[in-house]
């Protein structure tokens, strides 16, 4: 759950930094990137988990 946490975080910040200043637009696009990669890390790693087998 870290890595994803800390994608969020990173994709977040960009985003801001990407919005508020001037001539930065594409750090907005590249935090869009970094969620959309945190989504996609996310449901790998529950769809992993949820396959254990039971004991």
């Not at 001037?22 to 945190?38: E, M, R």
């Amino acid at each position: 759950m870290n890595p994803f946490l800390i994608l969020l975080v990173i994709a977040i910040v960009l985003g801001i930094i990407g919005v508020a200043a001037d001539g930065l637009l594409y750090l907005l696009f590249i935090g869009i990137a970094v969620f959309v990669a945190a989504l996609v890390y996310l449901a790998v790693h529950w769809r992993r988990s949820g396959r254990r087998p039971v004991r």
